[in-house]
């Protein structure tokens, strides 16, 4: 227990107390360090990456600098080389935030558009692509340029209707080899390529199904299950 501030002892040196002060605000600093979930490169000036962390505004961060217990180690054209935990991860402008924890269930925090709409970049078997989260739709869905573009086949496929917006349209259900969102990477997920025209890839519930949603303002919070 403490001893009453009354008769705490008084002989500590300005000194000592500095260094003590100093000490407490670097346990702070430490911890507040640790808090860091997500990270994303929005933007980089010279030797200056400008990041996203947790959601907050764009802040620019030189090399060998840290923010919120992210350092930027390095920042090339287009990527930067950050490190959290002594974990180094590449980020790359236009990408999804990622998870840089380095504990717990892999998140992604997804920044609302204007119109309210949740729209992110993500991958396919590997490859880029814009995909918009969409809890209607039953699985991932694509046009079929898309699908051409991404490499898919549809050997082997299942032909299927799916009723969209605009009535009902034919379509072709395969597997995905993979799926991911940030730091969140699901395998084998079904997929449906239309035949109709669709501006961006719709992140289905073939996907979210394995997640746990959190909507808060203008942020959701994707964390995996397992």
């Known amino acids: 227990m403490h001893a009453p501030l ?11 107390r500095r260094l003590r002060l100093l000490a407490a605000l670097a346990l702070f600093g430490s911890s507040v360090a640790a808090c860091a979930q997500s990270v994303s490169l929005v933007g980089s000036f010279g030797d200056k990456a400008l990041l996203v962390i947790d959601g907050a505004a764009p802040k620019a961060v030189a090399a060998g ?8 180690v390095r920042v090339d054209d287009g990527s ?15 990408s999804s935030p ?17 119109n309210g709409q949740f729209v992110t970049e993500g991958r ?5 692509v814009r995909m ?3 809890t209607g739709a039953t699985m991932v869905s694509l046009s079929r340029s898309q699908a051409i573009q991404l ?9 299927i209707a799916v009723h969209t917006a605009n009535g009902v349209v034919q379509a072709t259900q395969i597997v995905l080899s993979s799926v991911r969102v940030g730091a969140i990477e699901r395998r084998e997920v079904p997929a449906v390529i239309q035949d109709s025209s669709l501006p961006i890839v719709l992140l289905g519930m073939s996907f979210l199904k394995h ?9 959701l919070t994707l964390t995996a299950r397992d």
């Open 151 to 159: 490499g898919l086949s549809l050997q082997g496929g299942r032909p």
């Open 132 to 134: 918009m989260v969409d």
């Open 80 to 94: 930067a080389l950050v490190s959290v935990g002594g974990q180094q991860q590449v980020l790359r402008v236009g």
């Open 98 to 114: 990622v998870n840089l924890a380095g504990k717990g269930a892999a998140t992604a925090v997804l920044q609302a558009l204007p």
């Open 6 to 16: 009354s008769t705490a002892p008084r002989c500590l040196r300005p000194a000592s």
């Open 124 to 128: 396919i078997n590997g490859k880029l």
């Open 211 to 219: 997640l746990d949603l959190q909507h808060s303002a203008d942020r």
């Open 65 to 72: 600098q840290s923010q919120h217990g992210v350092k930027v």
